[in-house]
């Protein structure tokens, strides 16, 4: 398995929090992303970040911001949480672009806004 | 906008039986991959198909990426319960990974 770790694994928050989740990679992959998934949805991109410091917008960047100034490290911040951010976060990593080379999915975190 | 649609949502079946699962587009992709997803985990990967038409057998699981590249199958011959999960498609497109919203499928014992 990669190794990927996301924490914390689980949180409870409220609304108008910061939050920020955490994904540790050691494999040396240069691509790592932050996907949430919701029933009825499916897997979205939230933002993605192809070496350190060089990120990119997902389809649902929206209230979401991220940042990596390791590469073994990508954070993603919500700055203030709405209950529409429920959700369960998952981190994924591949060595080059997806279109080349396939994703590695950490196990996510579950993130509950009240 | 959904540029791929998983078919069917939901399939329950009893174990030994034979299914097959969709996933469509009217998107031309590059590739497309097919992942398991188990509950409380991330989903991995089973395979990568490139070339329209290619087929991809990983030992009961058959994968079909169409002709024109817009749509794939995946058949399970002999359903076992630990087939059950979440199975995912992704489509690659325009250097960016697109997913179906999935087929939940429980094979009964």
């Known amino acids: 398995d990669a190794g990927i770790t996301q924490s914390p694994r689980h949180k409870v928050t409220e609304t108008g929090t910061p939050v920020t989740l955490r994904c540790h990679q050691t494999?040396?992959?240069?691509?790592m992303y932050w996907y949430r998934q919701d029933p009825g949805h499916g897997l979205r991109l939230i933002h993605y970040?192809?070496?350190?410091?060089?990120?990119d917008k997902g389809e649902v960047s929206d209230g979401y911001s991220v940042s990596r100034s390791k590469t073994e490290d990508f954070l993603l911040t919500l700055e203030s949480a709405t209950s529409s951010q429920t959700s369960v976060y998952f981190c994924?990593?591949?060595?080059?672009?997806?279109?080349?080379?396939?994703?590695?999915f950490g196990d996510g975190t579950r993130l509950s806004i009240l | 906008t959904q540029l791929l649609e998983q078919s069917p949502q939901f399939l329950s079946i009893q174990e030994g039986e034979n299914l097959t699962v969709y996933c469509n587009s009217s998107?031309?992709?590059?590739?497309l991959q097919w992942y398991r997803q188990e509950p409380g985990e991330g989903p991995v990967l089973l395979v990568t198909?490139?070339?329209?038409?290619e087929v991809k057998k990983l030992k009961r699981l058959t994968f079909q990426f169409g002709d024109a590249r817009k749509d794939s199958s995946l058949h399970i011959t002999a359903a076992q319960p630990g087939d059950t999960g979440l199975y995912l498609c992704?489509?690659?497109?325009?250097?960016?990974?697109?997913f179906g919203k999935g087929t939940r499928l429980h094979i009964l014992p």
């Open positions: 994924a990593i591949s060595e080059s672009s997806p279109t080349t080379q396939p994703q590695h």
């Open positions: 494999e040396n992959h240069r691509y």
């Open positions: 970040s192809y070496g350190v410091k060089d990120t």
């Open positions: 998107s031309v992709f590059s590739s």
């Open positions: 198909v490139v070339t329209g038409g």
């Open positions: 992704a489509g690659i497109r325009d250097d960016k990974i697109i």
